[in-house]
């Protein structure tokens, strides 16, 4: 298994440390930050919760409170009850949104918790129960990480890790984000433990929750029409851009227009 999604796989960012990022309003009243949701943001592999910095930023400036959640990457159902004690924590209305594989994290994590009132995908998975990320990523042509991936073995686990070859992530992964940028983001990328990938879902949030899709059209990680196939199954509000995977880095103010949609639309 670990071959074959090696041949297809598609990805996004990762980190270890729970960040909960409520930074500066900006110049909005509290009262207005008081009345609107918290928007927890939940990276995928090969990244952390600095990648939504441009994204918190935006966000914070017109008033939202924001939780950029350190996603473990170790497997779905353990990262899925980390992200889900953390959104159980936040007091009133949430915004759960996920890019790539932290899709998958927030459809299992979010499933039953009441005061989830979205799902936002970024350029992401969207697992229906019994799929795992590497079916998926594998569904449709296109995908260009698997073959860029490289595995290392994790001493005492039995299982391996997977990086992005240096050299190839800026083509790959984040082709629209300034070279000096993506030189740092491949030096600092979280690997994802196989398993994760492999792991099925045994829950799917956006069945009783609304959600919206983004998709990213020069994406080489997740193929834009595997985008349109999840986002029309879950009957996503969806809306295309002409991005990289790293949209969250290359358009931070595009994600997070998108986001505030989405909360204006179910939060108000």
């Known amino acids: 298994m670990f071959h074959a999604f090696k041949t297809a796989m598609t990805a996004a ?21 008081a009345e609107k949701p918290t928007v927890v943001l939940v990276h995928g592999a090969f990244a952390d919760s600095s990648s ?11 008033g939202y409170p924001v939780v950029a959640v350190a996603n473990p990457l170790r497997g779905l159902a353990s990262d899925a009850e980390h992200v889900r004690s953390v959104v159980d924590d936040v007091q ?4 759960v949104a996920g890019h790539s594989y932290g899709g998958s994290v927030a459809s299992q994590a979010a499933d039953g918790l009441p005061n989830v009132k979205a ?4 350029a992401s998975f969207i697992l229906e129960a019994g799929e795992s990320t590497g079916q998926l990523a594998a569904k449709f042509p296109g995908a260009q990480l698997g073959p860029t991936l490289k595995s290392v073995p994790v001493p005492g686990s039995g299982g ?4 992005i070859e240096p050299d190839q992530f800026r083509r790959v992964f984040a082709a629209d984000v300034p070279e ?12 994802i433990a ?6 099925p879902a045994t829950k799917a949030a956006w069945k009783s929750i609304p959600s919206w899709n983004l998709i990213t059209t020069d994406d080489l990680a997740i193929p834009a029409e595997s985008m349109r196939f999840m986002g029309e199954r879950a009957k996503s509000h969806s809306l295309e851009v002409k991005a990289s995977h790293a ?5 931070p103010d595009v994600v997070a227009d998108f986001i505030t949609q989405a909360a204006r639309a179910t939060v108000g």
């Open 13 to 33: 960012t990762a980190g270890v440390v729970v960040a909960a990022l409520t930074v500066g309003c900006g110049g909005a009243h509290a009262t207005d930050r």
């Open 52 to 62: 939504w910095n441009g994204v918190v930023r935006a966000l914070t400036a017109d």
């Open 92 to 95: 009133g209305p949430v915004v």
């Open 119 to 122: 799902l936002v995908y970024i």
């Open 160 to 163: 391996d890790d997977f990086y």
């Open 180 to 191: 000096d940028v993506t030189a740092l983001m491949a030096v600092a990328q979280r690997p």
């Open 194 to 199: 196989a398993v994760a990938l492999e792991e």
């Open 247 to 251: 949209v969250a880095v290359s358009q």
